[in-house]
């Protein structure tokens, strides 16, 4: 069973920048899609950024130019770096992984996917 877990999120002014990392247990991050996703209070999870196996890259628009996603395969893991941010950011930020023989739908989050326990990021106006 594939374990995902995040670390990395706080508090931070607006403006600020943060640098989220996803650790996985066994050598997903290599051979499937990965994202990470967000979600505020009272509103439903949304995809901020996707990062295939070959490395290609997807964005949410509200978060294209501020955020990158990468990936380091020998360390099984996946980082977010946030920069400019923006109090719309503040959520809880989460990675998710493709199933072995399941679909990525890119930045739509579903269920099939192996998610992580999440991670606060609160930005301050």
């Known amino acids: 069973q594939v374990q995902l877990v995040e670390s990395g999120g706080g508090s931070v002014p607006a403006g600020g920048s943060l640098r989220l990392s996803c650790a996985a247990s066994?050598?997903?991050?290599?051979?499937?899609?990965m994202g990470w996703f967000r979600q505020a209070p009272g509103k439903e999870r949304e995809g901020v950024a996707a990062?295939?196996?070959?490395?290609?890259?997807s964005y949410a628009d509200s978060v294209r130019g501020r955020f990158t996603i990468s990936k380091e395969n020998a360390k099984n893991t996946m980082y977010l770096q946030m920069n400019s941010l923006k109090p719309e950011d503040t959520a809880m930020y989460y990675c998710?992984?493709?199933?072995?023989?399941?679909?990525?739908?890119?930045?739509?989050?579903?269920?099939?996917?192996?998610w992580g326990q999440g991670t606060q990021v609160t930005v301050a106006s």
């Open positions: 066994l050598c997903i991050v290599s051979r499937y899609c």
């Open positions: 990062i295939d196996n070959d490395g290609d890259t």
């Open positions: 998710a992984g493709q199933r072995r023989g399941g679909t990525w739908y890119y930045l739509k989050p579903h269920p099939s996917y192996y």
